[in-house]
């Protein structure tokens, strides 16, 4: 763990780097836990536009979070990733106690662009969107529901429904409208992000039936 890892990055920092650049697009992230001991959920929190990614891992350690990003900058390549990931806000776990390793990119080139910033310790309410974003997880998976049995094709189904939902805030339009929107449909594509009929959505514990 990087001691020093918050060093530039505390929220203070944030504030700072947003009321100077108020019109950057910011991702939250958190994450999900189902039974003690078991697979752990990273949700990534898009908040311009209320679209959610959600990755299962077998441990909630620094490394699973650094092989996710790796992944989405391969697949998304180094300018699409800059576009989607200007600044990222996560909490104080030790899972996310390695921000070079993002900022830096898996060429170790850097992301030339990326910036992680972490709330104050016991302050989850400064990114309150993805903890409410969480609370359609827990429609689906009850909180104290164990994701071991569960594999990453039931989580990205879950955030399919999730992202299909229309939302009062987004006038009516589902996060993925409003993601294929200003990114194009492609993009969340790319994503792994695929609409759901409104008439076939399902919020409810049955959708994962495991």
Known sequence: MDRGCRAGRNYHDYEVYMEKYPDTAMVQM????????????????FVNVS????????????????????GLYRRLGGQDFRKLFPVILRDNGSEFSNPKCIENGPDGKGFQGTRIYYCNPSAPYQKAKIEVGNEFNRRVAPKGKSFDE????????????INSYRRKKL?????HEAFCFYYGEELAQRLGCYEVAANSINLMPGLLKK
């Open 171 to 175: 006038n009516g339009k589902s996060p």
């Open 30 to 45: 958190g994450f999900v836990i189902g039974s003690k001991g078991g697979k752990a959920l990273l949700t990534i929190y």
């Open 150 to 161: 569960l594999e990453q094709a039931d989580i990205d189904l879950m955030m399919d429904h």
């Open 51 to 70: 679209l959610m990614l959600g990755f299962l891992r077998d441990a909630n350690t620094s490394k699973s979070v650094i092989d996710i990003y790796d």
